[in-house]
């Protein structure tokens, strides 16, 4: 299985803040890593496939890059809607595997 | 619009079989593939398998023993059974669609909480 270390776990920032979190896959996944936001109670919402496609409807203000190994997911500025859980996860091969999760919340 | 909606008993007892149904509605079951993906409670996010409308099946290996995932696309359906149950099966149960990429899951169920408890 490809292991995906996903880090900080947790962040606190503020609104109007630039935040990153990174993605590491145990191998090679070229760019087949996406990245979902979760809120309480709620299903995951996909905003970014293949490391930097932004779904639509999704605020310009995230963004993704990466390639190979490494991965990050930006968002330039945030916003009060913003604060919640964010899992990355490879879909270069089965079993898809997801990263542990970054909760992101206010300092 | 596509909606993904999961039904099923909401509590199993330990060592009997999970079984749960997600119905489609506003897409054809016969252009994707669809997942089960569940979630422990404040844990993370673990992808169980999915099938596509020709019935073929991918199961994630730590599970594979005990999973079955069907199709019924005449209903618009398709299920997942997971035997012999213990209480670490207990977790929201979600069904997903797999985008252009099979596993981008771009439409997601609710969500089903399954608890297993005698």
């Known amino acids: 299985d490809i292991q995906i270390t996903q880090s900080p776990s947790s962040l606190s920032a503020s609104v109007g803040d630039r935040v990153t979190i990174t993605c590491r896959a145990s191998?090679?996944?070229?760019?087949?890593l996406n990245w979902y936001q979760q809120k309480p109670g709620k299903a995951p919402k996909l905003l970014i496939n293949?490391?930097?496609t932004l779904q639509s409807g999704v605020p310009s203000r995230f963004s993704g890059s990466g390639s190979g190994t490494d991965f990050t997911l930006t968002i330039s500025s945030l916003q009060p809607e913003d604060f919640a859980i964010y899992y990355c996860?490879?879909?270069?091969?089965?079993?898809?595997?997801f990263g542990q999760g970054t909760t992101l919340d206010f300092k | 619009q596509v909606q993904l909606l999961e039904s099923g008993p909401g509590l199993v007892k330990p060592s009997e079989t999970l079984s749960l149904t997600c119905t489609v509605s506003?897409?054809?079951?016969?252009?994707?593939?669809w997942s089960w993906i569940r979630q422990p409670p404040g844990k993370g996010l673990e992808w169980i398998g999915y099938?596509?409308?020709?019935?073929?099946?991918n199961y994630t290996p730590s599970l594979k023993s005990r999973v079955t995932i069907s199709i019924d696309t005449a209903n618009n359906q398709f299920s997942l059974k997971l035997s012999s149950v213990t209480a670490a099966d207990t977790a929201v149960y979600y069904c997903?669609?797999?985008?252009?990429?099979?596993?981008?899951?771009?439409?997601w169920g609710q969500g089903t909480l399954v608890t297993v408890s005698s």
């Open positions: 997903a669609r797999g985008g252009f990429y099979r596993g981008d899951f771009d439409y």
């Open positions: 506003g897409d054809s079951m016969r252009s994707h593939y």
């Open positions: 099938i596509y409308y020709s019935g073929s099946t």
């Open positions: 191998q090679t996944i070229i760019t087949y």
């Open positions: 293949t490391a930097s």
């Open positions: 996860e490879q879909s270069y091969s089965t079993p898809y595997t």
